[in-house]
């Protein structure tokens, strides 16, 4: 998949944002309960960077991406994108949808010029952009499928497309590659840090898997468990390009464990609170009292 | 590697299609048999040849074919219409939460009333018997379609709505290209529930109230006592349906590219 | 606090609805008995239908303070009843063997195929006929209607079992009486259900046609009764008591639903 | 707890082909697979997805047929093109999506085998399904409906509807897919220790590799479709394992040497598909 990454003129390089997150609340009421989804949720994105956060399942992940997109408003504290706050919807802020967003009534094509069409683009610019960006993803013979007839990796490429074709400021990745077979998972990895090595751009990626994180970021973030807050930034220092075989070197396994160490921390706790979603727990941590041991 | 040819003849002859011929031949011979026999209560049952006879009698006749085209225009006017007021005012009441919340209930209290129980009030209302089986039909199809379209845009996920936001997209992009499109599943479905539903209708109010059709024809024939035409008329009346739900099955699958399979 | 917002009759949501309701009935009221507007005029205003509903002496006879009223909703029920129960036990039974044994499908399916597109209302005459009495052929009509119904959906309810479970359980050592009772009659409840519900709605439709073509007594034919002696109010009235019997059976249909298939409502209540 | 046999679940799976021709559709999933299992030994299948993996485990479970060559349990044939032992419960298998029947407590999943069987009584069968959760720590779950737990909660139970019918093989067809890392951790540990105690031969199909260097005695790597055995790694790491041996310098070695071979195939794999769909 590499051979297709030759560089493309028209992805304009360098309209990279810094998002900027200060003391951000978000708090939601129901009849009764009060729940404090974020909690003094401070953090930079910076410009260029790809910044990777992990935490624990309901750790307010998605309703933090759901503010800087501007599809929900913080109860307290402010989101600014280069220094502009942030509100509404708009195309300078573009999320890859965990399940895939595509869709599924238009084509390939139609879905990847569906911004710059609804935005008034002149169409002649319009197709010469999508030509350049489809090849760019390898799904320009898959033009005129419907998202349903392709694969999972070139559906994740052809949201990719959509939302690179508008030249976002910042890019926002929830989970995209969840669901994909491990393979293709891999696969779409490497393809995508290759993306991103090549045009660089502000992106936010979000993911429960740890290999992934580490090997496609520059900075990993990881959030505590409600009220969601920063618990550690660590630098990844692996060098770019990234290549698969850094999963076998053993600084990749040193942060690895490391950042296994904190996410157990955050799961743990997350756990005595009665989270559902860390339940896997159940057990696990009895068993290390050893209070009951597995006996023949 | 096989031929097309030797592909279909093995599908042909396969052991499915063997035991489904079978199935209907025994079928035929056990009602000739249970006739013949004179098994109580069923025995008053016509023979099948004296259903295929009458059957082929009446394909040749003018009257038969009139009838057909009577059934079959009621079922489109008053379908067509049950639509054309049903999608509309079920998008509305998906979109629209503060619209739903007045027309809701008002709808919910009449949708539980088996359309066929309207039949005396649309005879007494309507000035004509055709206008009113007309009602009848819309009737029958409209609460169902309405219900689907709400159910189909409230299933459009909100993921989709918000890409498209996103992407710059102003209300009005939004109704004609992702609500509109993302409810047209639910509304095939609902055209084709709506579809069964209405040809039950129509029978009885044309055994009840019209001059001619196919369920009008079926109870003339109970009255005179000429069974096998009571169960040639079912017949007809199955295939009649029949046909419409293959329509609207292809028109959906016209409608909507991206739901075929490969 | 906030609590308090949301409950009691400020809420929004009960306003409309209210809101709503009254509009309607204003309107009725309005194209019927004020305006009296050429054809509205011959329909009954909804203040007459209540009054008639809940007289002590009903023009019609019918209210609910005689017996008559209750009469007429036994007969109906009662039909219903055994019609749906027998629908039910037949086309669960058949679905599920259809659907488990691949032979008796190949032999059965066809012939429902045929069967089915027949709406159940054209089996009328033919039914009043054949059967016995009155009384059968407005049984056999509203079972007919459920029956079609419940079979296809029980059928759709064990194709749509994952077939990971057949695997498993061969695994585990089940002989196949245990494969029936414990994954083919579970896995295809909840389609059995959604059959059921769909069963229940044509049921009561056919049961009103049978009991206007061919009846004797019960909710559909005395609305054609109370059509043709001019009582209109006894019309709308029993419209709405069929309405509300409809709705009560499929409210009772989908409660005993959630009963059977804990695991489903737990999933969602979690 | 240890069946009397010694040690028993020996498989030999010899020049095993399958070819799928469902109405002249001519699929060749498997080429001459050869490979063993010793009775006892972790056996970790990783290759790309789609290669048929999970069609030898079909095979070897029975569910499937196969169109050349020979499998043997224990020196016993159970699999050849014309002759099949029926699924059975020396051979227990552990689905990818899972395949508790939502239908049934915790607890009466776990008794289900035993009681069908007619190898215990429903309050035999109970009890012993009570002891397994006990030993394993998930008391407290035993009439919970499966997807009221979590996902690793649920695999767990089902490794152990496995086990209670001591099976003489267990089968798992990517159990841990799609849980996050912490919670595979606690279930690798889970099975480590299940593994230590009660030891049966596992046919383990994972995508993750570092889960097969650390559960496995052996790697195999199969080929893109039609599968075939590229590689066999054996693990020459101590037992027991912990998590610490994932930085030692052998486990880096083995990593990369599997890493670069799968990732070869998986490459390879992809191409094919893409150009299936165009």
């Given at each position: 998949m590499n051979q297709v990454l030759t560089p493309a003129a028209g992805i304009t390089k360098g309209s990279f944002g810094e998002v900027r997150l200060e003391r951000v609340g978000k708090i939601y009421e129901k009849e009764i309960e009060r729940l404090v989804a974020l909690d003094e949720f401070s953090l930079t994105i910076e410009r260029g960077k790809l910044t990777v956060l992990m935490g624990p399942s309901g750790c307010g992940k998605t309703v933090l991406i759901n503010m800087i997109a501007g599809y929900e408003q913080p109860t307290s504290g402010t989101i600014t994108l280069d220094g502009r706050p942030v509100q509404g919807p708009s195309c300078d802020r573009l999320v890859v949808f965990q399940e895939s967003a595509l869709f599924p009534w238009m084509s390939v094509y139609s879905n990847v010029v569906f911004g710059c069409q609804v935005q008034g683009i002149d169409p002649a610019e319009i197709r010469a952009k999508a030509e350049l960006i489809l090849r760019k993803v390898g799904l320009f013979e898959f033009r005129d499928k419907y998202p349903a007839h392709l694969s999972g990796g070139m559906q994740r490429r052809a949201e990719l497309a959509r939302?690179?074709?508008?030249?976002?400021?910042?890019?926002?990745?929830?989970?995209?590659?969840?669901?994909?077979?491990?393979?293709?998972?891999?696969?779409?990895?490497?393809?995508?840090?290759?993306?991103?090595?090549?045009?660089?751009?502000?992106?936010?990626f979000i993911t429960h898997e740890i290999d992934e994180a580490i090997f496609l970021a520059d900075k990993l973030v990881i959030m505590t468990y409600q009220p969601g807050k920063v618990k550690a930034e660590i630098e990844i220092d692996l060098p770019r390009p990234r290549d698969f075989k850094m999963l076998a070197s053993s600084r990749f396994m040193q942060i690895r464990a490391q950042t296994l160490e904190l996410l157990y921390e955050e799961s743990s706790k997350a756990f005595a609170s009665g989270s559902k979603a860390a339940f896997d727990l159940v057990g696990a941590l009895a068993s290390s009292k050893d209070s009951c041991r597995i006996a023949g | 590697m096989k031929t097309p040819r030797g592909k279909l003849l093995k599908k042909v002859f396969s052991a499915r299609t063997l035991r489904g011929l079978s199935s209907i031949v025994l079928f035929v011979v056990l009602w000739q048999l249970v006739v013949y026999l004179k098994v109580p209560y069923l025995q008053n049952l016509p023979y099948p040849e004296d259903?295929?006879?009458?059957?082929?009698?009446?394909?040749?006749?003018?009257?038969?074919?009139?009838?057909?085209?009577?059934?079959?225009?009621?079922?489109?006017?008053?379908?067509?219409?049950?639509?054309?007021?049903?999608?509309?005012?079920?998008?509305?009441?998906?979109?629209?939460?503060?619209?739903?919340?007045?027309?809701?209930?008002?709808f919910e209290i009449l949708r539980p009333i088996p359309p066929i129980a309207w039949i005396p009030l649309a005879i007494l209302f309507w000035p004509t018997r055709e206008l009113s089986i007309y009602f009848l039909v819309f009737i029958g199809a409209f609460f169902i379609i309405v219900i689907n379209v709400i159910q189909g845009v409230s299933n459009i996920s909100v993921n989709l709505k918000?890409?498209?936001?996103?992407?710059?997209?102003?209300?009005?992009?939004?109704?004609?290209?992702?609500?509109?499109?993302?409810?047209?599943?639910?509304?095939?479905?609902?055209?084709?529930?709506?579809?069964?539903?209405?040809?039950?209708?129509?029978?009885?109010?044309?055994?009840?109230?019209?001059?001619?059709?196919?369920?009008?024809?079926?109870?003339?024939?109970?009255?005179?006592?000429?069974?096998?035409?009571?169960?040639?008329?079912?017949?007809?009346?199955?295939?009649?349906?029949?046909?419409?739900?293959?329509?609207?099955r292809w028109l959906g699958e016209k409608a909507m590219p991206w739901k075929r399979k490969f | 606090m906030s609590t308090s917002r949301k409950t009691g009759l400020l809420n929004p949501q009960i306003m409309r609805a209210l809101i709503g309701i009254g509009v309607f009935l204003a309107l009725w009221y309005l194209l019927t008995a004020v305006l009296q507007l050429p054809r509205f005029k011959l329909l009954p205003n909804p203040l007459s239908v209540i009054a008639e509903w809940i007289s002590f002496e009903p023009v019609s006879g019918r209210s609910i303070f005689t017996k008559a009223f209750y009469l007429d909703m036994g007969f109906s029920i009662a039909r219903t009843l055994i019609a749906f129960s027998l629908a039910t036990f037949l086309g669960v039974l058949l679905g599920l063997i259809m659907g488990w044994n691949r032979i008796f499908y190949d032999f059965s399916f066809p012939i429902v195929e045929i069967l089915r597109p027949m709406p159940p209302l054209s089996w009328i005459p033919l039914a009043v006929l054949i059967l016995p009495g009155v009384e059968l052929a407005v049984v056999y009509v509203t079972f007919i209607a459920a029956f079609f119904a419940t079979v296809l959906n029980t059928l759709l309810g064990v194709f749509s079992i994952d077939k990971n479970y057949f695997l498993a359980a061969s695994c585990l050592g089940s002989k196949p009486k245990h494969i029936f009772i414990n994954i083919?009659?579970?896995?295809?409840?909840?389609?059995?259900?959604?059959?059921?519900?769909?069963?229940?709605?044509?049921?009561?439709?056919?049961?009103?046609?049978?009991?206007?073509?061919?009846?004797?007594?019960?909710?559909?034919?005395?609305?054609?009764?109370?059509?043709?002696?001019?009582?209109?109010?006894?019309?709308?009235?029993?419209?709405?008591?069929?309405?509300?019997?409809?709705?009560?059976?499929?409210?009772?249909?989908?409660?005993?639903?959630?009963?059977?298939?804990?695991?489903?409502?737990?999933?969602?209540?979690? | 707890m240890a069946s009397e046999t010694k040690e028993p679940g020996a498989i030999r799976i010899k020049h095993v082909s399958k070819i799928y021709d469902p109405q002249g559709v001519h699929v060749e999933a498997m080429r001459d697979c050869s490979f063993d299992i010793a009775a006892g030994e972790m056996a970790i299948i990783v290759g790309p997805s789609g290669c048929g993996k999970t069609t030898l485990l079909n095979a070897i479970a029975g569910f499937d047929d196969i169109t050349a060559g020979e499998i043997f349990l224990d020196g016993e044939l159970i699999s050849s093109p014309t002759y099949q032992i029926k699924p059975n419960v020396d051979r227990m298998v552990v689905f990818q999506n899972g395949a508790l029947f939502p239908w049934k407590t915790v607890i009466e999943n776990?008794?289900?085998?035993?009681?069908?069987?007619?190898?215990?009584?429903?309050?035999?069968?109970?009890?012993?399904?009570?002891?397994?959760?006990?030993?394993?720590?998930?008391?407290?779950?035993?009439?919970?409906?499966?997807?009221?737990?979590?996902?690793?909660?649920?695999?767990?139970?089902?490794?152990?509807?496995?086990?209670?019918?001591?099976?003489?093989?267990?089968?798992?067809?990517?159990?841990?897919?799609?849980?996050?890392?912490?919670?595979?951790?606690?279930?690798?540990?889970?099975?480590?220790?299940?593994?230590?105690?009660?030891?049966?031969?596992?046919?383990?199909?994972?995508?993750?590799?570092?889960?097969?260097?650390?559960?496995?005695?052996?790697?195999?790597?199969?080929?893109?479709?039609?599968?075939?055995v590229k590689k066999i790694v054996p693990i020459d790491l101590p037992w027991p394992r912990e998590h610490r041996i994932m930085n030692s310098k052998r486990y880096l070695e083995l990593k990369g040497e599997i890493l670069e071979a799968v990732h070869e195939e998986a490459k390879k794999a992809f191409q094919a598909g893409e150009r299936e769909l165009a």
């Amino acid at each position: 998949m590499n051979q297709v990454l030759t560089p493309a003129a028209g992805i304009t390089k360098g309209s990279f944002g810094e998002v900027r997150l200060e003391r951000v609340g978000k708090i939601y009421e129901k009849e009764i309960e009060r729940l404090v989804a974020l909690d003094e949720f401070s953090l930079t994105i910076e410009r260029g960077k790809l910044t990777v956060l992990m935490g624990p399942s309901g750790c307010g992940k998605t309703v933090l991406i759901n503010m800087i997109a501007g599809y929900e408003q913080p109860t307290s504290g402010t989101i600014t994108l280069d220094g502009r706050p942030v509100q509404g919807p708009s195309c300078d802020r573009l999320v890859v949808f965990q399940e895939s967003a595509l869709f599924p009534w238009m084509s390939v094509y139609s879905n990847v010029v569906f911004g710059c069409q609804v935005q008034g683009i002149d169409p002649a610019e319009i197709r010469a952009k999508a030509e350049l960006i489809l090849r760019k993803v390898g799904l320009f013979e898959f033009r005129d499928k419907y998202p349903a007839h392709l694969s999972g990796g070139m559906q994740r490429r052809a949201e990719l497309a959509r939302a690179l074709i508008n030249d976002p400021k910042i890019l926002i990745l929830d989970e995209p590659f969840r669901g994909l077979d491990a393979m293709t998972r891999e696969l779409m990895q490497e393809f995508y840090v290759g993306l991103f090595e090549e045009f660089g751009r502000t992106n936010l990626f979000i993911t429960h898997e740890i290999d992934e994180a580490i090997f496609l970021a520059d900075k990993l973030v990881i959030m505590t468990y409600q009220p969601g807050k920063v618990k550690a930034e660590i630098e990844i220092d692996l060098p770019r390009p990234r290549d698969f075989k850094m999963l076998a070197s053993s600084r990749f396994m040193q942060i690895r464990a490391q950042t296994l160490e904190l996410l157990y921390e955050e799961s743990s706790k997350a756990f005595a609170s009665g989270s559902k979603a860390a339940f896997d727990l159940v057990g696990a941590l009895a068993s290390s009292k050893d209070s009951c041991r597995i006996a023949g | 590697m096989k031929t097309p040819r030797g592909k279909l003849l093995k599908k042909v002859f396969s052991a499915r299609t063997l035991r489904g011929l079978s199935s209907i031949v025994l079928f035929v011979v056990l009602w000739q048999l249970v006739v013949y026999l004179k098994v109580p209560y069923l025995q008053n049952l016509p023979y099948p040849e004296d259903v295929a006879s009458h059957g082929l009698a009446a394909a040749v006749s003018t009257g038969y074919w009139i009838d057909w085209g009577l059934s079959l225009s009621r079922i489109f006017i008053g379908f067509i219409a049950a639509q054309l007021l049903g999608i509309p005012l079920g998008l509305a009441i998906g979109i629209s939460r503060v619209f739903r919340g007045f027309t809701f209930p008002v709808f919910e209290i009449l949708r539980p009333i088996p359309p066929i129980a309207w039949i005396p009030l649309a005879i007494l209302f309507w000035p004509t018997r055709e206008l009113s089986i007309y009602f009848l039909v819309f009737i029958g199809a409209f609460f169902i379609i309405v219900i689907n379209v709400i159910q189909g845009v409230s299933n459009i996920s909100v993921n989709l709505k918000w890409a498209a936001f996103s992407l710059g997209a102003k209300p009005n992009d939004i109704f004609w290209r992702i609500l509109l499109p993302g409810s047209l599943p639910s509304i095939i479905t609902g055209m084709t529930v709506g579809m069964g539903v209405t040809w039950n209708v129509l029978i009885a109010a044309e055994m009840i109230a019209a001059q001619g059709g196919l369920g009008r024809t079926t109870w003339e024939a109970y009255t005179n006592h000429n069974i096998p035409y009571i169960v040639v008329g079912m017949v007809s009346i199955g295939i009649a349906g029949y046909l419409c739900s293959t329509l609207l099955r292809w028109l959906g699958e016209k409608a909507m590219p991206w739901k075929r399979k490969f | 606090m906030s609590t308090s917002r949301k409950t009691g009759l400020l809420n929004p949501q009960i306003m409309r609805a209210l809101i709503g309701i009254g509009v309607f009935l204003a309107l009725w009221y309005l194209l019927t008995a004020v305006l009296q507007l050429p054809r509205f005029k011959l329909l009954p205003n909804p203040l007459s239908v209540i009054a008639e509903w809940i007289s002590f002496e009903p023009v019609s006879g019918r209210s609910i303070f005689t017996k008559a009223f209750y009469l007429d909703m036994g007969f109906s029920i009662a039909r219903t009843l055994i019609a749906f129960s027998l629908a039910t036990f037949l086309g669960v039974l058949l679905g599920l063997i259809m659907g488990w044994n691949r032979i008796f499908y190949d032999f059965s399916f066809p012939i429902v195929e045929i069967l089915r597109p027949m709406p159940p209302l054209s089996w009328i005459p033919l039914a009043v006929l054949i059967l016995p009495g009155v009384e059968l052929a407005v049984v056999y009509v509203t079972f007919i209607a459920a029956f079609f119904a419940t079979v296809l959906n029980t059928l759709l309810g064990v194709f749509s079992i994952d077939k990971n479970y057949f695997l498993a359980a061969s695994c585990l050592g089940s002989k196949p009486k245990h494969i029936f009772i414990n994954i083919v009659v579970p896995g295809a409840l909840p389609f059995i259900f959604t059959g059921l519900q769909i069963a229940m709605g044509v049921s009561w439709m056919s049961l009103v046609a049978g009991e206007i073509i061919s009846g004797q007594q019960g909710l559909g034919y005395a609305i054609y009764e109370g059509y043709s002696l001019f009582q209109f109010d006894q019309v709308v009235c029993y419209m709405f008591t069929l309405g509300i019997l409809g709705y009560i059976s499929s409210a009772g249909i989908r409660a005993l639903g959630r009963r059977l298939m804990a695991w489903e409502s737990r999933r969602r209540g979690a | 707890m240890a069946s009397e046999t010694k040690e028993p679940g020996a498989i030999r799976i010899k020049h095993v082909s399958k070819i799928y021709d469902p109405q002249g559709v001519h699929v060749e999933a498997m080429r001459d697979c050869s490979f063993d299992i010793a009775a006892g030994e972790m056996a970790i299948i990783v290759g790309p997805s789609g290669c048929g993996k999970t069609t030898l485990l079909n095979a070897i479970a029975g569910f499937d047929d196969i169109t050349a060559g020979e499998i043997f349990l224990d020196g016993e044939l159970i699999s050849s093109p014309t002759y099949q032992i029926k699924p059975n419960v020396d051979r227990m298998v552990v689905f990818q999506n899972g395949a508790l029947f939502p239908w049934k407590t915790v607890i009466e999943n776990i008794a289900y085998g035993p009681m069908v069987q007619g190898r215990l009584t429903k309050a035999a069968a109970r009890d012993k399904a009570r002891e397994m959760l006990e030993w394993v720590c998930l008391n407290g779950m035993e009439e919970k409906y499966p997807e009221e737990l979590s996902s690793g909660v649920q695999r767990r139970v089902e490794i152990l509807r496995a086990l209670i019918n001591e099976p003489r093989v267990v089968m798992l067809d990517e159990p841990f897919r799609g849980l996050d890392a912490v919670s595979k951790t606690v279930m690798h540990e889970f099975l480590m220790q299940l593994f230590c105690n009660r030891n049966r031969t596992m046919f383990f199909i994972t995508h993750d590799l570092d889960e097969a260097i650390f559960l496995g005695h052996k790697v195999v790597i199969m080929t893109t479709r039609p599968a075939q055995v590229k590689k066999i790694v054996p693990i020459d790491l101590p037992w027991p394992r912990e998590h610490r041996i994932m930085n030692s310098k052998r486990y880096l070695e083995l990593k990369g040497e599997i890493l670069e071979a799968v990732h070869e195939e998986a490459k390879k794999a992809f191409q094919a598909g893409e150009r299936e769909l165009a």
